[in-house]
T-cell receptor, first 111, second 112 residues
Framework: DQQVKQNSPSLSVQEGRISILNCDYTNSMFDYFLWYKKYPAEGPTFLISISSIKDKNEDGRFTVFLNKSAKHLSLHIVPSQPGDSAVYFCAANNAGNMLTFGGGTRLMVKP | DAGVIQSPRHEVTEMGQEVTLRCKPISGHDYLFWYRQTMMRGLELLIYFNNNVPIDDSGMPEDRFSAKMPNASFSTLKIQPSEPRDSAVYFC??????????FGEGSRLTVL
């Protein structure tokens, strides 16, 4: 039973445009959500997070939106750059429990 | 400051052989995690430790897998005997609290 799902395995975007990566979850107890970025041959690195008390968190070109009623979060990257090409994992947890990861979305930003 | 260090980075072995993956967490981190990444299942949590004690090993696939943490600076993940379906990238991660993890670069295992 996948509690965190990323339904798009891949996404291709032109440089300078917006990238939108989506993530759905089923566990209504989740209260903290994170996005990790992974380059080939490297471990995932933390990118941005959001608490369930917020619906938006912004950090430079990266913004995460949370829609609790829909159990949906999204990561927006604008403008997208070729260096953003990577696999993006969303993750969620509650009350300090372990992170549950989605399956990842491979983003390709074309120059 | 050194991050999470894993070894070996790559391991190729034959079916039936024992495989041992090693991890040195970030100093001062109380939590250590072992994850496995595959194309089909993404990042799966295998086991995690808190203060060197295994807390949840429900993600360990079967008895062929075992993990130990003899001290705060070292952990191993062992597969014996290994099978081709164990081929994956195995990540170790550590954290001060369960939420934000710091991952190592991973150990890519290929079982022929």
């Amino acid at each position: 039973d996948q509690q965190v799902k990323q339904n798009s395995p891949s996404l291709s975007v032109q440089e300078g445009r917006i990238s939108i990566l989506n993530c759905d979850y089923t566990n209504s107890m989740f209260d903290y959500f994170l996005w990790y970025k992974k380059y080939p041959a490297e471990g995932p690195t933390f990118l941005i997070s959001i608490s369930s008390i917020k619906d938006k968190n912004e950090d430079g070109r990266f913004t995460v939106f949370l829609n609790k009623s829909a159990k949906h979060l999204s990561l927006h990257i604008v403008p997208s750059q070729p260096g953003d090409s990577a696999v993006y994992f969303c993750a969620a947890n509650n009350a300090g429990n372990m992170l549950t990861f989605g399956g990842g979305t491979r983003l390709m930003v074309k120059p | 400051d050194a991050g999470v260090i894993q070894s070996p980075r790559h391991e190729v072995t034959e079916m039936g052989q024992e495989v041992t993956l090693r991890c040195k967490p970030i100093s001062g981190h109380d939590y250590l995690f072992w994850y496995r990444q595959t194309m089909m299942r993404g990042l799966e949590l295998l086991i995690y430790f808190n203060n060197n004690v295994p807390i949840d090993d429900s993600g360990m696939p079967e008895d062929r897998f075992s993990a130990k943490m003899p001290n705060a600076s070292f952990s191993t993940l062992k597969i014996q005997p290994s099978e081709p379906r164990d081929s994956a990238v195995y990540f170790c991660a550590s954290s001060l609290q369960p939420g934000e993890l710091f991952f190592g670069e991973g150990s890519r295992l290929t079982v022929l």
